[in-house]
Every structure is written in C-alpha cells, then in structure tokens.
C-alpha cells in the first residue's frame, strides 16, 4: 500500500508541475526587421559609373517569417553633404531595379546615399550610409581624347607617360583605358587595392574587351 500511495503522490506531483508550466506564457524575442546589401547598379560601392542609368536595390532581413516591406524612401546626397534627391515616402514593396529620378548627377563625383523601409506593421529601418562615384563620361577633356596606335607591328607596342603634379596631394583617381594592356604607377610604385586586408596588384587591366 505504501509504494502505491508514493506512486500516486509522484503522478499527482508531475501532473501539478506539468499543468503550472503549461500556463507559463512563453516570452517571444521583439520582433526586429533591418536593411542590408544596399547596391547601385547592383554592384557595392561602385566607382566610375555612368551618371544615367542609375538604379538602387537593397534587402529587407526582419526576424519575424511573413514580414514584408510596404515603402520605402531613398536619399541621396552628394560630396558635401547636401540632399540632391529625396524620394518621400514611396508605398512600394519593390527593392531592387528602383532608377534615380533626381536632378542631373555629376561627373567625377562620390555620392552617397541611404534607404528607409517600412513593413506591414510600420516598423521601420534605415541602411547604413553606402556609396557610389560617377564616371568622367561628359569631361571635355576624356572626350576629345584619341587612342594612339600602330597601324602595323611584329610585336605589341608598349607606350609610356609621365604626370608630374605640384602641391600636396589630399586624394587622387586615376581614369584609365586602353585597347589593351596597362600598367600603373605612383611615384615608381605599382597601384594597388585592398582587399580583406592584403594588397592586390590588379595585372592585366583592363581586362577582356570588345575591340570594335
């Protein structure tokens, strides 16, 4: 009789501790939503792009499942910080292919920009600050420049210049083409990129081209 009244005592005993758990409530984590991978002609951070044709894309992450965008507004701005287009709130779920519909961009210039969004329950969230810089297509200068070349040769010409520049130099870009093969450098030294931290010689430039 003993062992049946303990073992009817630990049945009862785990039914009470079952039932007080289940009326637990169960805390879900605050639902967040965020923006990522902001691009501009679906690259990151490009450089020496064509000031038309711009189009700006991102991706809404939310830690919710279902969420969705529902608007979002676009700003950009240029070198020296001044608002040069701002979208106002745009009722849209589109994020990607979305084309600059400002004032004329300029040449030579870094232009950066952010994007708001808001989802179904107006939670909103705003990128960081990404970037772009236009090329030198409309430069008076790029375009009355001629490509030299030798009508015949044995052997691929090699053709060489020099730019000396006066004064302290803050920063610098370098515009480059060809029809095939350059090299640059800096006071004697090859340019280089960084990349995850290490220095990468880009040999080869400009890379494959169509020669028409």
């Known amino acids: 009789m003993k062992k049946i009244r303990k073992a ?5 005993l785990t039914y009470c501790m079952s039932s007080i758990g289940a009326a637990r409530p169960v805390l879900a984590a605050e639902d967040t939503i965020s923006v990522a991978a902001p691009t ?30 529902t ?5 950009v701005k240029n070198d020296e910080g001044t608002v040069v287009w701002d979208t106002d709130k745009v009722e849209s779920d589109l994020s990607v292919g979305i084309p600059y519909e400002g004032p004329a961009l300029e040449d030579a210039t870094k232009y950066t ?17 990404a970037a772009f810089e236009t090329a030198v297509d409309k430069d008076p200068d790029w375009q009355k420049a001629e490509f030299i070349a030798l009508q015949e040769a ?35 030294q090859p340019v280089y990129k960084t990349e995850n931290g290490k220095k990468v010689y880009p040999y080869m430039n400009p890379g494959y081209g169509n020669g028409d």
Not at 8 to 12: C, E, K, V
Not at 71 to 75: G, H, Q, R
Not at 154 to 167: C, M, N, Q, V
Request: proline fraction near 2%; charge should be negative.
């Open 8 to 12: 009817a005592m630990a049945l009862a």
């Open 40 to 69: 501009v002609n679906y690259m990151t951070d490009p450089l020496g792009i064509a000031a038309e044709g711009i189009r700006f894309g991102w991706k809404m992450e939310s830690s919710r499942i279902g969420a969705g965008q």
């Open 71 to 75: 608007a979002y507004e676009i700003e």
């Open 113 to 129: 920009w952010t994007v708001t969004v808001w989802d179904r329950d107006g939670g909103t969230a705003t990128s960081e600050q």
């Open 154 to 188: 044995s052997a691929a010409p090699i053709f060489r210049t020099e730019k000396e520049i006066d004064g302290t130099v803050n920063s610098a870009r370098l515009y480059i083409t060809a029809l095939g093969v350059y090299s640059a450098q800096i006071n004697g």
